[in-house]
Each structure stands twice: as structure tokens, then as C-alpha cells.
């Protein structure tokens, strides 16, 4: 398994859902850079189950122990290690699942790569437990990002059925702020609600439900990233679609592109107030062959319903051979999407400050 990602910044991340601990190793922070550990912890809070509404009944603080790497609060320039305990397991709910593979999980194919070998507990490796390292290092990447006036900021785009608006072409700062003290972000506040009574009615089902979560990354300049290989879609695109339950990325207008003409959707150029190169729409989400316009890098990810549900489903029992049904104990979302924002946000930071220049 490789759990190693990146060159600029390099991050290693390790453990599982039920092992003693998870961390991450950051390798790459330059020396003296000065920490906001209380924005760190603020950037964990957000990921972190707390038994509401949103979010499994599981409850862990996700308070991170610096190892080493940091000293005084302040980067040394050697690698950074964060450990975060896993300190509220129940591995007896799942037992069953030694043998029974979960419809929609990656049991089975965990099962078969590492030939039975693999925890199972929670899901091992493959749980979304292990986004806590990743929320952490990527919250060290949004602040060396701040230093160079680069934001990265999301809403739900949708959930179920309910859609918010995009964002526009011009983010506006207050905008952001709104949306960063928000548990549920959206633009339309009106959607709210109906977004809340969506992940109610799966709940009381004892099922779940997907959605959408839409991210801008802000002030970043034209001329960032490569063609081909090194592209910033596809760097962006290589950890996302590390994170579990992520089955889509689209980039500004996406799909719904490819039922326009050109003339419809071409982003066309002017000179600002200011002589800033702009474009006056962003249908490409601010990367044209690869590189950055200078425009906001705006996606969107498509987050799957959560593959635990309590409703019984048909499965297979791999040490016995046999169709069996299964019932599923335990605790587990309702709905990803809310918690997943912190997440999209900080592989948006690492992934992004590969291409800053220093």
C-alpha cells in the first residue's frame, strides 16, 4: 500500500479506523514557518464525528500530538509528525464483517489484495477515519498558501436532490467567510433546511445519502501547472480521488459543457479596471490546458451515499461461499458530504501548493 503522496510537500499517512493511532508525516515545510495550531485544530474540529445531526454517533476529538518537526510552534524544516488516537472504537460491531463483505465498501477488494491480511475493522485502512491526517497536513498547506494570498473555500453544491447555487465568477471575500462558519455551507440559505430534512428522512430510513460538494481555490496567478502529466486538474484530481466515497471530479462547467456550442461556453478575455487579464466567465474553472488563467480554480466532487446502511442487504459470505443477507450494526453516517467539506478542502491546499513558486 502506498501511503506516501507528493514532492514539494510530501505527505505520509498511517494507521487505520481501529489501530492504537493515525498521523501523517509532512515533509517539505520550510524552516520557521510559524504554525496557527489553534487553526489547525479548528480545521480537525470541522472533519471530526460529534454525534449530531450530520454524523456518525462515533465521537473523537481528533486532537493531534506533535511528535516532532515543530518546535515553539514554529516549523524546524525537518518532517512534521502528527499522531491522532483513536481513542472511542467498538471493533466488536464488526465482527461479522471478517467474512461478510459490505455491498458498496472496499472490503472485498481489501480482502483480496492483501490476501485476509488486512484490518477490517471500521473498514481499516480504507476508512474515511484516515481523512483526519489529511485534514491536518492540508491545513498546513492552506496557511503556507495564506502567505501568498491563496484561499480555498467550498459550500454542498447539493445533497440527494436539493442543489445550491455555483459560485460565480467572482468569489467575494465576505462570501467566503460566511461559508467558513458554517456547519452546512450554502450560498442559498434557503436550501438549508431542505438539505437538513434530506439527511433526516435517510436517517430515519436507516439508509444514507450522496451529494455534491463544489470548491474554489482564490488568488492564485495565471501561469501555474503543466500540460499533460503535471496538469492541475490531474494533480488535484490524483488526491481527490483518494479520498473515500469521492466517484467524480468536474472542473468549472464540466459535463454540462457538452451540450453547449462553443460560442455558448468559450470564457472570453478582457482587461479589468486594474489591466488584470480576466475573463468574464469560468465555465473552464479557471485552468485551460493544464494551467492556471488566474481566474478561481472552481470543481466540483461528487461524494457517493455511505456504503454502511442498516437496511438488510444482499451479500456474500466469502469463507463459506454462501449468498447470505446482512444486517449491519454499529455506527456510521448518514451523509458523507457534510463532513467531507474540511476534507476537499485540504487535498485543494496540498495539491495546489505543489505549483506555488517560492
Known sequence: MS???????????????????????????????????????AQMARRAPNGGDFSTPRKEADEFELL????????????????IKNTNVRSSDYAQLKDVMR???ADYGYRM???????????????????????????????LLAQRGIDVVSHILSVGGVCDEHFGTQIDGSLAEALKGEILPVIDENVRERMKAEIAAARADGDSVGGRIECAVTGLPAGLGDPLFDSVESVLSSLLFSVPAVKGVEFG??????????????DCWYFDDDGNVRTRTNNNGGVLGGISTGMPIVFNVAIKP????????????????????????????????VRALPVIEAAAALAIYQFVKD
Open 3 to 41: 501511503g506516501v503522496w507528493g514532492n514539494k510537500l510530501k505527505i505520509s499517512v498511517f494507521g487505520e479506523s481501529h489501530s492504537a493511532a493515525i498521523g501523517v508525516v509532512l515533509d517539505g515545510v520550510p524552516a520557521g514557518t510559524k504554525l496557527d495550531l489553534d487553526a489547525i485544530k
Open 68 to 83: 516532532c518537526g515543530v518546535m515553539d510552534g514554529v516549523a524546524e524544516g525537518t518532517p512534521i509528525c502528527a499522531v
Open 103 to 105: 455491498p458498496s465498501h
Open 113 to 143: 489484495k492483501y490476501r485476509a491480511n488486512n484490518d477490517y475493522r471500521g473498514g481499516g485502512a480504507s476508512s474515511g477515519r484516515l481523512t483526519a491526517p489529511l485534514v491536518f497536513a492540508g491545513a498546513v498547506a492552506r496557511q
Open 253 to 266: 462547467s464540466g459535463y454540462g459543457m457538452t451540450a453547449k456550442r462553443g460560442s455558448e461556453v468559450n
Open 306 to 337: 455511505t456504503a454502511s446502511i442498516f437496511k438488510e442487504q444482499d451479500t456474500v459470505n466469502v469463507a463459506t461461499g454462501e449468498n447470505v443477507k446482512l444486517s449491519l450494526k454499529g455506527r456510521h453516517d448518514p451523509c458523507i458530504v
